[in-house]
């Protein structure tokens, strides 16, 4: 079979897993940027062309949220202004900061984060949204900024820490994958102008790649549903485990 068609065939397939992982728990960029390098793209139009995978992702991921009603409107509201300048920032880290040193960081501070979840007060009431007042909004501003330098910065793995920050709140991981949702989309707008504006977005692959990410997407989205809480807390525990070795012993 020819070469050519084939990375093509294999960029959708490959899409819907890493779209699937994408909106359970996060960590699918560390699947499909090294496909779009392996497919020949070089690693800077490789990041590029993955962006525009999922931004296509997160359009339909985070419709079907909204659109089942899991989506916090509070808390996506106070989220987007500081994550969009976080990512403006994470951009320009790009670079100047070596990645390798902040991949380690990462694996790091995704094991910690998650930890900390599993601490939470069982008694703590499951919050739909964000709770009202300056000292919680003050709170998630710095917090979605700084996610959105990493997420400006990598981009893979920010789920991770969107979720972590989501359950410490006091939602639970449904409601937390609808948030992350909307701040990959929101986050990932912002450098698909840049990369574009830079010519580093090959266009084909990169639909490709999205048509099957978007996929994933939605049928993650209404199988968490189903699912529930409880089996999304186990699957985002095994996939940051993975992730953060991951992250360790590749180069």
């Known amino acids: 079979m020819d070469f050519e068609f084939l990375k093509y065939l294999i960029l959708p397939v490959f899409g819907f897993l890493a779209g699937f992982i994408n909106t ?4 699918g960029s560390f699947l499909t940027t090294p496909l779009l390098i392996f497919t020949g793209l070089e690693p800077t139009v490789a990041n590029a062309t993955n962006r525009l995978g999922i931004w296509i992702q997160s359009v339909f991921g985070f419709n079907k949220f909204r659109t089942m009603g899991y989506f916090p ?7 987007i202004i500081p994550s969009v300048t976080g990512a403006l920032l994470g ?3 790009a670079t100047i900061v070596a990645e390798d040193a902040f991949r380690k960081y990462l ?3 995704m094991v910690i984060m998650t930890l900390v979840t599993f601490f939470r007060p069982k008694s703590l009431k499951v919050a739909e949204d964000l709770e009202h007042g300056l000292k919680n909004t003050a709170v998630s501003v710095l917090v979605f900024f700084v996610m ?3 997420s400006g910065f990598i981009q893979a793995g920010v789920g991770f820490l969107v979720l972590a920050y989501c359950v410490m709140s006091g939602m639970d991981y449904i409601r937390g994958n609808a948030i992350k949702m909307f701040m ?3 986050t990932a707008t912002l450098s698909m102008v840049v990369f574009i504006y830079n010519g580093k977005v090959m266009w084909l692959p990169g ?6 990410m978007a996929s994933g997407a939605v049928i993650a989205a209404k199988f968490s549903v189903k699912a529930g809480n409880v089996f999304v807390k186990r699957f985002v525990s095994a996939a940051v485990i993975l992730f ?3 992250l360790l012993v590749t180069e």
């Open 244 to 246: 953060a070795v991951l």
């Open 91 to 93: 951009s320009y880290l």
């Open 107 to 109: 694996a790091f501070f």
């Open 73 to 79: 409107v509070r808390m996506g509201r106070v989220s």
């Open 24 to 27: 359970m728990a996060g960590g």
């Open 148 to 150: 959105g330098i990493y």
């Open 184 to 186: 990959n989309l929101s």
């Open 207 to 212: 639909i490709l790649l999205g048509l099957g």
